[in-house]
Structures are given as structure tokens and as C-alpha cells.
């Protein structure tokens, strides 16, 4: 099957980076939202991305224009319709992405692939909302998108070899490395990174050591080119207690518990760099310690 049309759901930070690298590979790719402002913010992120690709010689005004005009948007998710393959990048909510899931699968032709960006959501779980389930399988990107490497490739129990191959062959296209992952809550990716984040905010709730040394020592002592709670500022507070959520319910082992202090920031609204405060109040001028 080839690939030429691409729909990503979602326009959030993740959603904007996985369109942005489809259309700079040369796929048609419908961004599909429905919040109006977060789809108007995701276009309009993207074309000051490319921007400053151009102020810095990496591409030029004209290539510009040829990616942005191979992006589209829409607020329903009917415009999946026309899509190849489709890849589901709203927020790390089971019910919501199975109910999007089922609609996709009653929208888009039998032979198109049904991928999910989630980070900790088993892709059975996913695939089970379907018709469809040798065709569902995991594409994890790493945040900021357009920079990372990793694509994280899950397959469920049903995903069918031809549909793993094409997959991995697409990433390639993309200028990405598919890493295989078995389907557990977390896969790899998340099941390690989560616990020491998390064992940082507990750090911290216990008075362990202040926000800024935490992050220091971690950067400083074991090479991390950043901390661990600036780490979670840029992934979204909300995303790492929504992912240690799904560990700590699917593994049933209480390592992988939210720290007290991560649920309650969560519940101030303070969601990390997104909302303008999280562990660091970004939005006053406060920034985290850097590597060297």
C-alpha cells in the first residue's frame, strides 16, 4: 500500500510536531482539532518553526511554502476520510482515543492504518475499538518532535507484519529510527523515564534537595542534558501523571505511584512550560538551571 495522504488527530504539542515532519517529508497531512485556537496556534507554530529554518539557512523561503502548502486543517474528523494512514495524537485519556478509534474505523477506507502517538496506553486496548485490529499500532514520538530521532514502534497483539514493516519503513522516510517495543503500559520509553521523574517530584515533596539542585545533580552526575523536573515542565505535567496513572493501574505496583506534590501542581493548573509554571515559573521570568 502506498502512503501519500496523511490525517493526524490532535493539534497539541505533539500533534503540530508529527504534522510539521509529515508534511516537511512530503505527505499531504490534514491537521484535524476541535478547538479552533489550538488548530489556528498549531498552523501558525509551525510556520514560525519553518521560519526560523529559513533564518538559518537550513531551508529556503520557497520550501517554506511547498511544506506549508501541503498542510490542511480541519475541526471534524470526518476530513480522515481521504487519509492513507492516520495518526491519533490527543491527550492520554483510554476512553476518549477508543471512542476516536471506533470513529475512525467507521470513517476511513479498511485497508488504511490506525496509529496512536500515546505514550502509555497499551495498542490492544486501542485496537479492540476496531474492526480493524491487525491494521492499529503504536508510533511514539519524542517531544520536540521535528528533533528526536526515536519513533518507538508497538505492535498489538493483532498488528499484522505488513502493517509493522510499512510503518517502519514510513518512519525511515521520515528521517527517524523505528525502535521496536512490545505492547506493556509505558512501553519502554515511558516505563523507564516515568519512575525517575516521578522519584525526582518525591525528592523534592520530602525536601530531599531544592528544584534546582535536584535538576543539577542529575545533569551534572549522570550526563542528562536536562533535569529531570525541567524535563517534566517540557513534557507536560499533566501528560507524566496521566502516563504514571496508566503504569501504576496496568502493572499494579505501587513504584509507579504519583507523588502527592505532581497531582496537586496538576490540579493548580500548573502544567509546566505550556501553562507558564510548573515546577518552574516560566511566565516570571524563572528558568531551570542549565547543563554546563
Known amino acids: 500500500m502506498e ?15 508529527i504534522a510539521q515532519v509529515f508534511a516537511q517529508s512530503g505527505f499531504d497531512t490534514t491537521v484535524i482539532e476541535v478547538v479552533p485556537e489550538q488548530l489556528k496556534g498549531a498552523l501558525g507554530f509551525i510556520d514560525k518553526m519553518l521560519g526560523k529554518s ?3 539557512g537550513k531551508m529556503t523561503a520557497e520550501d517554506k511554502a511547498i511544506v506549508m502548502g501541503r498542510l490542511h486543517a480541519s475541526g471534524e474528523l470526518a476530513a480522515a476520510a481521504e ?24 470513517r476511513c477506507r479498511p485497508e ?18 476496531t474492526k480493524r485490529p491487525d491494521k492499529v499500532i503504536g508510533m511514539h514520538f ?17 498488528t499484522s507484519d505488513e502493517t509493522t514493516a510499512l510503518v517502519v519503513e514510513l518512519s525511515k522516510r521520515l528521517g527517524k529510527i523505528p525502535v521496536p517495543a512490545n505492547d506493556f503500559p509505558g512501553f519502554v520509553s515511558n516505563r523507564v523515564l516515568m519512575p525517575m521523574i516521578n522519584e525526582a517530584v518525591y525528592a523534592l515533596f520530602e ?11 542529575m545533569m551534572l552526575g549522570m550526563n542528562h542534558p536536562m533535569g529531570p523536573l525541567t524535563l517534566a515542565d517540557l513534557i507536560g505535567l499533566d501528560v507524566c501523571l496521566a502516563i504514571l496513572e496508566v503504569l ?9 505511584r504519583p507523588c502527592p506534590l505532581l497531582r496537586k501542581y496538576v490540579d493548580a493548573g500548573w502544567l509546566g512550560r505550556k ?18
Open 3 to 17: 502512503i501519500f495522504k496523511i490525517a493526524v488527530i490532535g493539534a497539541g504539542t505533539m500533534g503540530r510536531g
Open 54 to 56: 529559513v533564518e538559518k
Open 83 to 106: 487519509a492513507d494512514l492516520v495518526v491519533e495524537a490527543i491527550i492520554e485519556n483510554v476512553d476518549l482515543k477508543k471512542r476516536v478509534f471506533a470513529e475512525l474505523d467507521g
Open 112 to 129: 488504511v492504518i490506525l496509529a496512536s502517538n500515546t505514550s502509555s496506553i497499551p495498542i490492544t486496548v486501542l485496537a479492540a475499538a
Open 142 to 158: 519524542m517531544n520536540p518532535v521535528p528533533l528526536m530521532a526515536l519513533v518507538e514502534v508497538i505492535r498489538g497483539l493483532a
Open 207 to 217: 525536601g530531599v534537595a531544592t528544584k534546582e539542585a535536584i535538576d543539577q545533580i
Open 248 to 256: 501504576h493501574k496496568g502493572l499494579g505496583d505501587d513504584k509507579y
Open 275 to 292: 501553562s507558564g509554571r510548573g515546577f518552574y515559573h516560566y511566565a516570571a521570568g524563572e528558568e531551570p538551571p542549565k547543563k554546563g
